[in-house]
RNA sequence: CGAGUUGUAGCGCAGCUUGGUAGCGCACUACUUUAGGGAAGUAGGGGCCGUGGGUUCAAAUCCCGCCAACUCGACCA
């Protein structure tokens, strides 16, 4: 590409491998995401940031919902009295609560926490509800902001407050609220990789890194692009803690009252701040498009000339009525600074429409993923009506199709994929748009997925483990299960243990760290 | 909560050593010319110099306190 000027915004993130945590808040500022609230540690979503949120969260739900759970809604306020009875629970998070102790002047009978997870107060519920293992499994959700006023804050991954998603869960076995727990974490598995093109390591936490109170947890840990591990969602079988705690009891077949076995799970508006870390480049953001609030940006060139606008109009409200996320770009600036905006904030695919364009009957379209290599001119209007040749009635655009592509060497191009779709019957322009967003999408995935996996190095023992965490690589290590060992890695490497793979496939006999009996395949790394 | 750094226009900064009219770039407003990779001209608007006290004829500038933010640790989704 040819050497541009250097000014604004690209200069300013031009460092990213410098100084990665800097680009971070630099990019989410300027591309006005958030903005820093009054109260320390405190992130006002702007519509662009929250517009990522509210799509987010509605494909998430749709997974939710389809497992079987209901959304419910419980008060922010617990009494104190709740957050003591899990004796682990409170010791997690007594530091970290607000507390509620007046109402005007008059100090309140018995204080409040402002929640920092509703677990307490939707256990009191449960045991009120919960009588027969008639009324099991119970499996609820819920959409609700958290508080939890931590000592070092960044925009999305550590606020002191954040909105999330918690869901509870009482079974009348501890298999089936093992299975929960799993099932749950897979579904943010899938949802990672398809709608946020993010691939994730699941797996189960150490006891040093597992939650308040609960028997264990698994997580899903994202890399992000200067190799540190970011935990983008956890799921907890909370075994029979709770239950005892808040006396959650069922009369079971047996006719004996047994405890309820209990899960919880959730992801945050963390998960934007991954996906912004695991995609952005040193233009800015690059959003998969499934929760871009908008897909496409149409730029007008020489708006002020007869019939630009109003062509821009016409194929935005085209696109817009097939459901695209579409919007024309009326401001008074030149195309270049438009472009870069464009590309700043992450927006999938930007379609640039001139008197030229419109003389000739395209449009020019450039993938945010792509850039230059991924810029074409495609025919405006509809393809439908003329014969390109080469007719395939059953266009398979099936991500399986572009694997094998890709993996193909390099042969594949992004104009090859625009010959598949376009020069064949049936193919219109929203339709064209529309495939290109869903390759898009996978393009970013496989695109994160090599990047994972070329950053993940295994380490036999402790000079190895110190290289690699070095290298800022994931360290796929061996570990005999002592607490010292993790502390020792904190300690000297400044990295922690991530997570135990569900693949348990020894890789070496000996703990990296001490060298004694290796027991579990675990992931050392940095971390936010 | 410990260590270090910094507080001057919306953002980024200069001015402070050596006290004397509040500055620059970007952004913002109006008009004109522009427009296919970050445009140009002309004219404007915007300040309790973080905050409280002190020294002085005079404080952004010197002294003391406080507050806040950032970076690094410890803690965490």
């Given at each position: 590409m040819k050497e541009q000027k250097q000014v604004g915004f690209v200069q300013d993130i031009a460092n990213l491998n410098d100084d990665f945590a800097q680009w971070y808040t630099d990019v989410i500022l300027k591309t006005k995401l958030v903005d820093y609230g009054p109260v320390k540690g405190t992130m006002v979503m702007r519509p662009y940031g929250y517009g990522i949120w509210e799509l987010l969260r509605d494909e998430l739900d749709k997974r939710i919902k389809e497992t079987g759970h209901e959304n419910t809604y419980f008060p922010?306020?617990?009494?104190k009295s709740f957050l003591m009875k899990e004796a682990e629970h409170v010791e997690g998070f007594a530091p970290e609560v607000a507390l509620v102790t007046h109402v005007g002047n008059e100090e309140l009978g018995e204080h409040l926490v402002v929640?920092?997870?509703?677990e307490t107060i939707i256990c009191d519920m449960f045991s009120k509800w919960i009588?027969?293992?008639?009324?099991?499994?119970?499996l609820i959700n819920q959409w609700a902001n958290v508080v939890r006023m931590e000592k070092t804050t960044r925009p999305f991954?550590?606020?002191s407050e954040f909105l999330w998603q918690e869901g509870h869960t009482v079974h009348a076995t501890d298999e089936e609220a093992e299975f929960e727990t799993i099932k749950m974490l897979n579904v943010y598995v899938e949802f990672c990789k398809n709608i946020l093109a993010m691939p994730v390591l699941s797996g189960k936490k150490s006891e040093k890194e597992k939650?308040?109170?609960?028997?264990d947890t698994y997580s899903i840990e994202a890399m992000m692009k200067d190799g540190k591990s970011l935990q983008a969602g956890t799921s907890h079988n909370l075994g029979q803690n709770f239950a005892k705690a808040f006396n959650i009891k069922f009369l079971d077949k047996d006719g004996t009252h047994k405890f309820g076995y209990q899960t919880s799970w959730g992801v945050t508006t963390r998960l934007i701040g991954a996906l912004i870390m695991v995609h952005g480049d040193q233009r800015g953001l690059a959003l998969p498009?499934?929760?871009?609030?908008?897909q496409i940006q149409i730029i007008p060139i020489?708006?002020?000339?007869?019939?630009v606008k109003q062509a821009c109009e016409k194929l935005r409200k085209k696109l817009a009525s097939k459901g695209l996320r579409v919007k024309v770009?009326?401001?008074?600036?030149?195309p270049g600074f438009k472009f870069n905006e464009c590309e700043m904030k992450g927006i999938p695919i930007r379609i640039e429409l001139g008197p030229r364009d419109i003389e000739n009957g395209v449009a020019t379209i450039v993938r945010r993923d792509k850039l230059e290599d991924g810029k074409l001119q495609i025919p405006?209007?509809?393809?439908?009506?003329?014969d390109y040749g080469?007719?395939?009635?059953?266009?398979s655009h099936k991500i399986e199709k572009y694997l094998d592509i890709l993996q193909?060497?390099?042969?594949?191009?992004f104009k090859k994929f625009y010959d598949q779709l376009v020069?064949?019957?049936?193919?219109?322009i929203s339709k064209f748009l529309e495939e290109l967003l869903s390759e898009i999408t996978y393009d970013m995935y496989v695109k994160a997925e090599k990047n994972l996996h070329d950053n993940i190095a295994p380490a036999k023992n402790l000079e190895e483990l110190e290289k690699v965490i070095n290298d800022n690589k994931f360290a796929l290590s061996m570990w005999c299960g002592e607490r010292e060992c993790e502390e020792k890695v904190k300690k000297d490497f400044a990295a922690s243990s991530r997570n135990m793979p569900f693949?348990?496939?020894?890789?070496?006999?000996?703990?990296?760290?001490?060298?004694?009996?290796?027991k579990f395949k675990i992931y050392f790394a940095k971390a936010y």
């Open positions: 922010m306020f617990i009494p929640r920092p997870t509703s009588k027969s293992y008639r009324d099991l499994p119970m991954l550590r606020t939650f308040a109170g609960a028997r498009p499934p929760v871009a609030p908008i020489a708006s002020q000339k007869a019939g770009d009326l401001t008074d600036e030149t405006l209007h509809d393809i439908s009506k003329k080469n007719a395939d009635n059953n266009p193909s060497n390099n042969v594949y191009t020069y064949k019957k049936g193919y219109n693949d348990q496939t020894k890789i070496h006999d000996k703990c990296s760290v001490c060298g004694k009996d290796g």
